[in-house]
């Protein structure tokens, strides 16, 4: 069966400080990869998905960037974290466009 | 892009009532699904509905696509069901992105 690890769970970075999350699928092959940020009491925005290695699309302009070096991982990156940066981040896969996601447990980072 | 609203935005039950949450969205959509996010925020499938209807226990969900909406009932209500229910949609040009919804957020009261 596939599963989706995220890590870690909590994460408390300085403000200025790189930033480096990591999510890997297992048990499935060419994965259509996704990261999301959920805002308190909000719902989930997209920040970056990825239909191959090394293809990476970004949905909305920010301090972030994603980079996918397998065919299964994935990993959100900051050179420099912002505040506005704090935030729930879950990654996500599906089989192919129209199938059901799964996410990871998520990443709660907060930026002080 | 498609604008995803549910509703009501807060709901609060008596164990054992009945509830319908509701999903309306913008365009024609090809991937539908339903997740409930727990307290410590992790994101349980419940349904996978682009159309049709479907039922998993006390859970069933319904999607009229040529109407842009679709229904989550829940029936029998327990405490274990308090959280944020979130819809999200998707276009079939799109790679596969999903538009989340602001959720509705069930309390459960016993």
């Known amino acids: 069966s596939q599963t989706i690890h995220q890590w870690p769970a909590t994460l408390v970075q300085p403000v200025g400080s790189p930033l480096s999350l990591e999510c890997t699928v297992e048990?499935?092959?060419?994965?259509?990869l996704y990261w999301y940020r959920q805002a308190a009491g909000r719902g989930l925005q997209l920040l970056f998905y990825?239909?191959?290695?090394?293809?990476i699309s970004s949905e909305v302009p920010q301090n972030l960037s994603a980079s996918r070096p397998q065919d299964r991982q994935f990993i959100l990156s900051s050179k420099k974290l912002l505040l506005s940066d704090s935030g729930f981040y879950l990654c996500?896969?599906?089989?192919?466009?129209?199938?059901?996601?799964?996410f990871g447990q998520g990443t709660r980072l907060t930026v002080v | 892009g498609i604008q995803v609203e549910q509703s009501p935005p807060d709901l609060i039950l008596q164990e054992g009532a009945n509830s319908t949450l509701r999903c309306n969205f913008s365009d024609s959509v090809n991937n539908l699904q339903w997740f409930h996010q727990n307290p410590w925020g992790q994101l349980i499938n419940l349904f996978y509905i682009p159309s049709g209807t479907k039922q998993n226990g006390r859970l069933s969900a319904t999607t009229v696509a040529t109407e842009r909406y679709s229904l989550l009932y829940i029936s029998s209500s327990q405490t274990t069901d308090s959280g944020v229910y979130f819809c999200?949609?998707?276009?079939?040009?799109?790679?596969?992105?999903?538009?989340f919804g602001d959720g509705t957020t069930l309390t459960v009261k016993p």
């Open positions: 996500a896969w599906r089989r192919q466009m129209n199938t059901e996601a799964f």
């Open positions: 990825s239909v191959g290695i090394g293809q």
């Open positions: 048990g499935t092959s060419n994965p259509n």
């Open positions: 999200a949609v998707g276009a079939d040009t799109n790679a596969g992105k999903s538009t």
